[in-house]
């Protein structure tokens, strides 16, 4: 189900699936699964009793191919996940997954999605949440002779324009499983990994491809919106330490709550 949101910070073109591919790539690789092997998928099930599982926000439309080569058993429809959720839509799933939803939560507030998510699921299904914690996000230098300086100050830079213009927050991330249980899910598995030493340069490349997109939020002076930091300087900057292999790194997380 993907999103319409106007207000969302991203684009949603060829380029943003190409990002998005290789963040599915990443979350696959340090993973291991897609679905968590906790939530039990049966074999086989009867006529009109199948597993339902609605991937919400599952990407821009571009991302996926026509509906004549999706499995019969993919549908995809918009919905805004921050909105009412249709009668059809509710009770009805086995599994909801939430991917990446940084730039979407407002008000440092994932409750809206939640609540929503859990009005989705049938009683004892799981909702899946998977995030990167821009709370944990960090310049690594390759070693301690190398600067990481300007990559640092252009990640707070990119953050600090988020926080400013979008309204972003982040904190709501490292509390995402007291939030579950805030909501009356039990938790089945939460747990944080941090970026492995083969994932820093594709998770740079995605991080930045994402952030290269905020250059069109810069103001008359040639300064990222919301700061005081020149958008030129700073990426050529970081791109100058980037050759010399400093990297970002960001710490993933994964909850899986049950709806009781
Ligand atoms: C960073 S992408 C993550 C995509 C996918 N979940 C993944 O992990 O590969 C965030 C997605 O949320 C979608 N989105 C933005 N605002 C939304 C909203 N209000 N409701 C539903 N989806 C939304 C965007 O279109 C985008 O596809």
Sequence with gaps: M???EKSYILNREFKD???????????????????????KVPESS????????????????????????LPKIVTMETLNALDDIPAELV?????????????????NNPGPIIANAIKMLKSGGHLQWDEMDMGSLVAKRPNEATSGKAMQYLLEGCLLSMKETMGLKFDW??????????????IVDTFRLDATNDLLKPMTDNFLTG???M???????????????????????AGEEINRGVTISMDMLVIVGRKT
């Design 173 to 186: 991330i490292s509390r995402l499983d007291e939030i579950f249980r805030e909501h009356g899910l039990d």
């Design 91 to 107: 009770g009805v799933f086995d599994v909801v997954h939430v991917r990446t939803f940084t730039a979407v939560i407002r008000n």
């Design 211 to 213: 952030m290269e997109m």
């Design 17 to 39: 699936s190409l990002r998005l591919y290789q963040q599915h790539w990443m979350w696959k690789y340090r993973l291991g699964w897609n679905l968590h092997p906790l939530i």
């Design 2 to 4: 993907a999103g319409m």
């Design 46 to 69: 009867k006529e009109g009793e199948s597993f339902k599982i609605a991937d919400v926000g599952a990407g821009n439309g571009a991302y996926f191919p026509a509906r004549e080569h």
């Design 215 to 237: 250059s069109c939020y810069v103001d008359g002076e040639g300064n990222m919106v919301g700061t005081k930091r020149n958008w030129v300087e700073m990426w050529s900057k």
